[in-house]
């Protein structure tokens, strides 16, 4: 047996921990008694578009054509529209070659680290993160360097980063909007993030790649997040439909790598291989098709931004310290007491279900996920006012 993946299996992560918590929880009180703010699972129903294509599908296709394997990188007229809607929204220049079909941006990532590193290789990634980035980067046999992102706001701390890069960094791992602080980069971010890219590229004499990490594009508030492959030449782009087609657990998402990139055919080989090595073997056929009218559509994104305002205002007037979200579903809160395992599990008291910051590489804090229902947060406030009373006691 293999002791690293017996270890892996036997501990869960911290969030689906909680959300499984959360069932007893429910059983036991009722659904509507539980204030389970665990998992970024998105609360909004897919866009009519998704169910419209997958019913015509379904009813119109050729079921034999429409169940069995695509090619292995996704079907090519899939992959077309999926390259005309970068074109179109970014200005970036992407062809049907540039783009690898995957289950979700979970797949998009271990795929892409498998793709581009090799033992040894260092991993950058910005804390907090996505705790599951610890698992996939040593999956490819990597190893992760984390840069503390500059609080209140979680900004990009540009020295800290330029630093951290050696000789053995083989790419810098972003996400923005981020899980969990909600973080938006800027374009001047953007420019500053691509400058110190391309300074230590010199200094090193090699590619370091940019693999930005964005199932929650679409999920920006404010501003668009500038699509950093106009800004640094070197970058890889996963994408998933997750959360802006509200279909997690359909699996689908993709790989884009742009022809400028660095060695780009050599990537593109090396991503079909290591999806090939993992036993991808293809995306669901039914949701490439599905997806393939979708791609400009998203779910009623105004829902969240509405959770959003309603809950930050909220919690910021009961007196907790919160970071204000540019994008994402979630809230990242500071513990009262500073210490986030004790916040998480006081607050289950008040049946209040969060995750401590911990896992996702800072202490202090706690994710709140605002994918919920109105009324959950509405009727959460006066839970939220008592436990924050107790810290003034
Ligand atoms: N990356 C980040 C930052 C996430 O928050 C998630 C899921 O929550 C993923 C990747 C994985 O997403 P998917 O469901 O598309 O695999």
Do not use: W
């Amino acid at each position: 047996m293999n002791e690293k993946m017996r270890a892996l299996g036997k501990s869960p992560s911290k969030i689906r921990e909680i959300f499984e918590y959360s069932r007893g929880r429910k059983a036991l009180l009722g659904e509507e008694n539980v204030f389970d703010f665990s998992l970024g699972n998105p609360s909004i129903p897919a866009p009519e578009s998704v169910n419209e294509s997958i019913k015509e599908l379904v009813c119109e296709s050729d079921s034999v054509a429409l169940h069995g394997y695509t090619s292995a990188q996704g079907d090519l007229s899939v992959r077309q529209s999926i390259a005309d809607s970068i074109t179109k929204r970014f200005g970036v220049t992407a062809t049907a070659d540039d783009i690898y079909m995957t289950c979700g941006a979970a797949a998009s990532l271990t795929i892409t680290l498998k793709a581009i590193c090799n033992p040894g290789d260092e991993v950058i990634v910005l804390s907090p993160f996505f705790p599951e980035y610890s698992v996939f980067i040593e999956n490819a046999g990597a190893k992760r360097v984390e840069v503390k992102a500059l609080p209140p706001d979680f900004t990009l701390d540009f020295n800290a980063l330029e630093n951290a890069i050696t000789v053995n960094t083989v790419a810098v791992l972003i996400n923005f909007p981020n899980n969990p602080t909600g973080a938006v980069l800027n374009e001047d971010e953007a420019k500053r993030l691509s400058s110190v890219l391309e300074k230590r590229s010199q200094e090193y004499s090699k590619a370091i790649y940019l693999i930005s990490d964005e199932p929650y594009r679409e999920l920006s508030y404010e501003e668009e997040v500038p699509f950093m492959p106009n800004y640094y030449k070197n970058t890889i782009v996963d994408y998933s439909f997750s959360k802006s087609l509200s279909v997690p657990g359909e699996r689908i998402g993709y790989i884009f790598v742009p022809s400028v990139v660095h060695e780009s055919r050599d990537v593109y080989a090396a991503v079909c291989g290591a999806g090939r090595s993992m036993g991808y073997v293809c995306a669901p056929s039914l949701m490439q098709y599905a997806i393939k009218n979708c791609v400009y559509d998203t779910s009623d994104i105004e829902e969240y931004n509405q959770n959003r305002i309603l809950f930050y205002n909220s919690l910021s007037d009961l007196g907790y310290t919160v970071t204000k979200p540019g994008g994402a579903f979630y809230l990242f809160v500071k513990s009262p007491s500073g210490d986030s395992n004790e916040f998480c599990e006081r607050a289950k008291k008040y049946e209040i279900l969060m995750v401590p910051s911990d896992s996702f590489g800072v202490k202090g804090y706690a994710r709140i996920a605002y994918c919920v229902k109105r009324e959950t947060i509405e009727k959460s406030i006066p839970a939220f006012k008592a436990l924050i009373e107790e810290y003034k006691e």
